[in-house]
């Protein structure tokens, strides 16, 4: 089991027996030097056995070995702020919920943006939504948990919106109202995210 340990500064892996069989950042500190983390907010097992790392408060996302080693780091050249998700995408592009600048970006390899999606440019918006998850979907559209626009849209890569649970910017638990959706995923679609073991072909 990964989890991502946020106030410890720390993902681990545990085992059914409850010890921790691997862990990467120092338990407790805050930091950005080796071994370090600083409120990461999510971390996901990539199909080559490395582990990808929001980490927010450092502003970056952390592909490390199982050594611990950094091997890749995306900060869309230095842009990102608050880096609240990541996952690893089949065209080996990496998509950031960069929180802080309200918005989807999709880096590649060298972490220069090849698209992005801002979610407080329509009327009515707050002017800081905070959106905390952003998941790409098989059909190649993008699933977005809007936190404080209390909606969850799936946009299309134009940017179109094609679906939307929640009145944007209007909390509440009636027909059609969320109070700041953190998480949304389409069951089934394992795009971009850690799949079960065994699970075969696309994600």
Request: proline residues 5%.
């Amino acid at each position: 089991m990964l989890i991502t340990d946020q106030g410890n500064q720390r993902i681990i892996l545990v085992d059914m027996k409850k010890r921790i069989d691997w862990q990467y950042g120092t338990t407790g500190v805050a930091g950005s030097a080796a071994n370090q983390l600083s409120n990461p907010n999510s971390a996901e097992v990539l199909d080559n056995g490395n582990i990808l790392i929001a980490d927010e408060n450092n502003n970056r996302v952390i592909e490390i070995t199982p050594r611990g080693w950094i091997v890749k780091q995306f900060t869309a050249q230095g842009t990102v702020s608050g880096a609240a998700f990541a996952s690893r995408l089949d065209n080996g592009d990496t998509l950031i919920t960069d929180s802080n600048n309200n918005r989807i970006v999709e880096v590649n390899g060298n972490d220069h943006v090849v698209w992005q999606y801002v979610t407080n440019t329509l009327p009515g918006s707050n002017p800081t939504p905070l959106p905390t998850r952003a998941v790409r979907l098989e059909n190649g559209d993008t699933l977005i948990s809007d936190q404080f626009n209390d909606r969850v849209i799936e946009i299309t890569p134009t940017g179109q919106i094609v679906f939307q649970q929640g009145t944007i910017n209007a909390p509440g638990n009636g027909y059609n109202q969320l109070n700041g959706p953190y998480d949304a995923k389409v069951i089934g679609d394992f795009t971009g995210l850690t799949r079960p073991f065994g699970l075969k072909g696309p994600h």
